[in-house]
């Protein structure tokens, strides 16, 4: 099990950012990321759809022996992860808008977050909220349209300039003082971000919290890989390799990436 590799999935490149954070804490692992670009974005879907979509993707990843799955997605996390549990037995290791630092740390009592309509409109999110935040103000944003321009290589135009001045204006309006990125595509967007907002805003998402979390639970169950062989890093994509290949920085010369049709 130890040299099985990590599965990783996402609607999109999104998730790439979550592999990073996760490469980098555990080198050793072999990895497998799936990018459903073509069925992206998930956030703007039904429930039925997205868990539907997330049941594939995870019966993918376990086709290919993976020992661990992480949904490197808020909106199939926080729709889809209570499912996949129960149906399947693997650990499974979700990420969800991190509002519980924001709430602890917040000196203007108000917080903003910027997410997918399907993550804000779940039940996990409306819970987790009313758990850590009932003393705070929330300014809850959906990020209509962000994804599909990040999916497109759109980062840098007049487009998302638009949409991230309508999204954020309000929240600066209401004097927020931690910005929680809640979708795995957002991270990309944070030097864009920074041009909206303060310097004194705090922007906050949680893909160090889940690598440290697949690491500890990697490690209770004596699943790390502690061989010294080479890992292998495979990335699959329904789309264009090009755009995938683009997110991965540095890592692109080791990593295999490759067209898959599903
Ligand atoms: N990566 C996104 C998925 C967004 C989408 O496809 O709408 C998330 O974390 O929610």
């Given at each position: 099990m130890k040299t099985q590799p990590i599965g990783i999935f996402d609607s999109?490149?999104?998730?790439t950012s979550i592999w990073k954070e996760i490469h980098e804490l555990l080198p050793n692992e072999s990895t497998i990321y799936l990018a459903d670009s073509k069925h992206?974005?998930?956030?703007?879907?039904?429930q039925n759809d997205i868990l539907a979509l997330s049941v594939k993707n995870t019966e993918y990843l376990l086709s290919r022996g993976c020992k661990i799955i992480v949904v490197a997605c808020n909106t199939a996390t926080t729709n889809a992860i209570n499912y996949l549990r129960e149906n399947y037995h693997v650990p499974f290791i979700g990420i969800e808008p991190a509002i519980k630092p924001a709430a602890l740390n917040s000196s203007t009592g108000v917080v903003g977050v910027l997410a997918t309509r399907g993550t804000l409109t779940s039940s996990l999110f409306t819970k987790t909220t009313a758990l850590y935040a009932k003393d705070r103000k929330v300014i809850e944003q959906f990020g209509d349209g962000l994804v599909p321009l990040i999916e497109a290589g759109k980062i840098e135009s007049p487009e998302m300039d638009a949409l991230l001045q309508e999204y954020l204006q309000p929240m600066i309006a209401e004097n927020i003082d931690h910005l929680v990125l809640?979708?795995?595509?957002y991270p990309y967007l944070i030097p864009k971000i920074k041009q909206f907002l303060p310097p004194s805003v705090n922007i906050i998402d949680s893909g160090k919290a889940v690598a440290k979390q697949t690491q500890n639970i990697l490690d209770n169950l004596h699943f790390?890989?502690?061989?010294k062989k080479r890992p292998a890093l495979e990335f699959y994509t329904n789309t264009d390799p090009d755009v995938l290949e683009s997110f991965l920085g540095v890592y692109r010369d080791v990593a295999t990436i490759s067209y898959l049709h599903f």
């Open positions: 999109g490149i999104g998730g992206a974005p998930y956030g703007e879907k039904t809640g979708c795995t595509h790390l890989n502690d061989t």
